[in-house]
């Protein structure tokens, strides 16, 4: 905190000193926020953080590593998680219990194949990624491509394989890549075997994959996890209740709108939130919040339970965080005719209303795109969306069933993360004292 202190201070005086601010004022201000944000110096201190050590970042990194979470105050609302339950129950009384289930085309492999494919790519789906269609093709074109063995020996031709060694991060991918090929040769079995290894516990594997720096951070291996479960993969296993949601920037979305998590100010930008002190601590939050949601959901409807609270996850990422919540729905006005019209793509060009009284080829222009839930008309929007289409016609939702929980918190964003190491990170971000320059490079 002192640091802090000593930086209000400095800008406290710099401007009792420029009443009428000049550039020779801005300039000494801009220097001292520089200094203070992004300037690292000898006399710092170090952290240890992901097995590493860093020089801090600067001074203001020192003091968000030590008070971020006081800052931000993140936390769970019992109401509004009891609030979001009842809704959840909701949908799955309306859809009998298929809103929580997703079963994908598993194009015909069987369950050891199924198995192999996922476990050895599934660390590679980030910055792009492949569908399992794409990689079950390639399984079945030359299923030595997915040896363990060939892996660890040749990473890069594995990455080429499955088309992402040209993707962005490839330093990442090889280590990902090496590291997972690695980790079940330690095992000496095959990936669907591996659960044996574990006496069939998945929260167990899922802890193990996480600690083998191989790409499977709580996300990734949440995920994985749950697929194999629900796909039938595996059965008979153990501690599936304990598979969070996988949190990413939709579930955090959707839990900061309906105001399961609460935090004491918006939360800050990432060119704030040095070494993504914020987005960890948010992504917990988030995990314990979806958590606490199943676990009330389950009290007071005993009789419509869910496995594990992994399994909202289909629902509140796939149809409300990707589909429903957000800027969907375009407001049209006629070029010509005046008519105003809502409508479910901002690529109609036509006025609907002229086309339906049989008047063609009038021209009609987007003059706002706002989310469903703040227009009367949303349902022009959410029947629309593949997940609404997809519905048998009695289980048709037509408004976001958290509609009247997120009120006031409709435009709450979650927060973004930079990778720490690599070309994007805030380790090539570092500026030197006295020497200038650094920065991110996106």
Excluded at 188 to 213: G, Q
Excluded at 224 to 232: E, K, N, P, S, Y
Aim: aromatic share 12%; with cysteine; hydrophobic share 35%.
């Amino acid at each position: 905190m002192r640091e802090f202190v000593t930086f209000c201070n400095s800008i406290k005086e710099l401007i009792e000193s420029y009443p009428q601010m000049d550039i020779d004022g801005a300039r000494k201000i801009i220097s001292i926020i520089n200094e203070y944000l992004y300037t690292t110096h000898a006399q710092i201190g170090t952290i240890e953080e992901f097995g590493m050590t860093f020089d801090f970042f600067s001074d203001f990194h020192k003091f968000w590593h030590d008070n971020h979470k006081e800052i931000i105050g993140c936390t769970i609302d019992e109401v509004n998680c009891e609030k979001v339950a009842d809704s959840l129950h909701g949908v799955y009384f309306t859809r009998n219990g298929n809103a929580f289930k997703s079963v994908w085309d598993t194009c015909g492999l069987t369950n050891e194949q199924i198995c192999r494919v996922r476990f050895l790519t599934a660390n590679q789906d980030f910055r792009g990624s492949r569908n399992f269609s794409d990689l079950a093709r390639v399984f079945e074109s030359d299923n030595s491509i997915f040896d363990e063995n060939n892996i660890k020996e040749e990473p890069l031709d594995f990455l080429k394989a499955i088309e992402v060694g040209t993707l962005s991060q490839n330093d990442k991918r090889i280590n990902y890549a090496k590291n997972i090929s690695g980790f079940l040769l330690a095992h000496d079995c095959s990936p669907y075997e591996i659960i044996d290894k574990y006496n069939r516990n998945v929260y167990s594997l899922r802890n193990a994959m996480i600690a083998c720096n191989a790409g499977y951070g709580n996300k990734k291996a949440d995920m994985f996890i749950r697929d194999m479960v629900v796909l039938g993969i595996w059965t008979n296993v153990t501690g599936f209740e304990n598979i969070n949601v996988a949190s990413d920037i939709n579930t955090i979305k959707v839990a900061l709108r309906t105001g399961i998590i609460k935090t004491e100010i918006p939360l800050v930008s990432s060119f704030l939130d040095i070494f993504c002190y914020q987005y960890s601590y948010i992504d917990d939050m988030n995990a314990k919040a979806w958590r606490r949601v199943w676990e009330i959901w389950n009290n007071k409807y005993p009789n419509d339970q869910i496995a594990s609270p992994c399994l909202l996850d289909y629902f509140v990422y796939n149809v409300v965080g990707r589909q429903f919540c957000k800027e969907s729905l375009s407001i049209f006005q006629g070029d010509n005719c005046g008519h105003i019209f809502r409508w479910h793509s901002a690529q109609n060009r036509t006025c609907q209303i002229c086309h339906a009284q049989g008047i063609k080829r009038q021209h009609a222009s987007v003059i706002k795109k706002v989310m469903p839930c703040c227009d009367n008309e949303g349902d022009v929007s959410i029947l629309m969306t593949d997940y609404v289409k997809s519905l048998p016609e009695n289980q048709k939702i037509r408004k976001c069933p958290f509609i009247d929980i997120c009120a006031d918190k409709k435009y709450m964003m979650p927060p973004k993360s930079i990778s720490i190491l690599g070309q994007t990170g805030w380790q090539s971000a570092y500026s030197i004292k006295g020497q200038g320059g650094g920065g991110l490079m996106a």
